[in-house]
Every structure is written in structure tokens, then in C-alpha cells.
T-cell receptor, first 114, second 112 residues
């Protein structure tokens, strides 16, 4: 199994550009989520999904959109990139949403917005 | 919202030394997760604690959750260079694990 796969690994955008960060998992996990990691601030939840067709906002959802059309994929869209969105983005998934299901993380996408 | 405070923020130890990392929550924890991150990589799950007083060990790493379920510690015995990385605690304060909160991490350096 590949686990959680994120693409691209690195991306540079100009302010105002849009892009989609891809996330795919092959573990048949119901739960998927997106976090951003900034120095000194830990990981903050952007959006999450408990199953295909269901998404919800996390702590810092502004400027980001998500959709979950399949169990495997959970793309994160930046509609109009801003320098404040420069960060490392992690996708994570788990089998369920109970406390017994630890998150499995991808290797991250490093995004720079100039 | 829940906040998790980790201490210390960074730690440099000589190989073979023991060390402890702490994670303190502002709220009661339903679940506490420890992860390790190497630079440029994702987070690797280490251990999960749910019950007050619970203690788990894996190889030379031991994690504990205090009785009041508001503080956890991660202890590494006889540290090795392979233990180097960033250790993060994550917590579930809702009971559903849908929105985990993470601490800002502890950067561990082990000198050979």
C-alpha cells in the first residue's frame, strides 16, 4: 500500500493564482483531513471529511475549498493564493472518526506564495 | 478551543542520555496521540493514550497520560541519533476525533 500520497511536493505560486493540492489514500479510510503547519504554531486543521460527499470546516478554512467525490481522493483548492497561505500542507486519513483511529499522514506539500 | 502546550520547544542531548517531553492541555483529553516528524516528511504515529493513568511503551519510548487526563509525557531511554526529529502531541477534546488539536512540537537533537 502507498498510504497517503500528496502531490506536488513543492509549489511556488504568485499572489492571486489558483491551484489544487492533491491527496489520495489507498487504505479505504473514511476520514480525511487537511492541516497546515507553520513555524511555532503546530498543525492547524483546515477542512475534513467523514466520507464521500461530506465535508466540514476546521479551525482555519478561509481561502480554501475541498470536495470529496470518492473515498480515495480529497483535493484542497486555493482559489486566490495569498502570501499568508505560504505553509506546509499535510493530508491525513484514518479508518474511522473514533479516538481509536490514529491519523496517517502524507509527506506534505511545501507551498510558497510570492 | 483546546490548546496544547509542549515543553521544551527544543532539546539537545548526548547519545545515551534519557529525556522527557511534556504536553499539557487546557481541557480534559479524550485521546492523546504522540507523533514523530523528520524534516521534510510527514508525521509518524507513535502511540495513543486514552485512559487516565495509562502508560504505553514501544522500544525505548514510553508515554504516559496523567490521572486527570490533562497532561502527557514522552520519555526516551538511552537516546540514539535515530530518535532525532520533531515530536508532536495531538489531542482529541471532543470524543469524536474529528478535529484534532496539535502542539507546536519539540525539536530533539541527539549528538553522537
Amino acid at each position: 500500500n502507498a498510504g497517503v500520497t500528496q502531490t506536488p511536493k513543492f509549489q511556488v505560486l504568485k499572489t492571486g493564482q489558483s491551484m489544487t493540492l492533491q491527496c489520495a489514500q489507498d487504505m479505504n479510510h473514511e476520514y480525511m483531513s487537511w492541516y497546515r503547519q507553520d513555524p511555532g504554531m503546530g498543525l492547524r486543521l483546515i477542512h475534513y471529511s467523514v466520507g464521500a460527499g461530506i465535508t466540514d470546516q476546521g479551525e482555519v478554512p478561509n481561502g480554501y475549498n475541498v470536495s470529496r467525490s470518492t473515498t480515495e481522493d480529497f483535493p484542497l483548492r486555493l482559489l486566490s493564493a495569498a502570501p499568508s497561505q505560504t505553509s506546509v500542507y499535510f493530508c491525513a486519513s484514518s479508518y474511522g472518526v473514533s479516538a481509536n483511529s490514529p491519523l496517517h499522514f502524507g509527506n506534505g506539500t511545501r507551498l510558497t506564495v510570492t | 478551543s483546546q490548546e496544547l502546550e509542549q515543553s521544551p520547544q527544543s532539546l539537545i542531548v548526548q547519545e545515551g542520555k534519557n529525556l522527557t517531553i511534556n504536553c499539557t492541555s487546557s481541557k480534559t483529553l479524550y485521546g492523546l496521540y504522540w507523533y514523530k516528524q523528520k524534516y521534510g516528511e510527514g508525521l509518524i504515529f507513535l502511540m495513543m493514550l486514552q485512559k487516565g493513568g495509562e502508560e504505553k511503551s514501544h522500544e525505548k519510548i514510553t508515554a504516559k497520560l496523567d490521572e486527570k487526563k490533562q497532561q502527557s509525557s514522552l520519555h526516551i531511554t538511552a537516546s540514539q541519533p535515530s530518535h532525532a526529529g520533531i515530536y508532536l502531541c495531538g489531542a482529541d477534546s471532543s470524543g469524536s476525533a474529528r478535529q484534532l488539536t496539535f502542539g507546536s512540537g519539540t525539536q530533539l537533537t541527539v549528538l553522537p
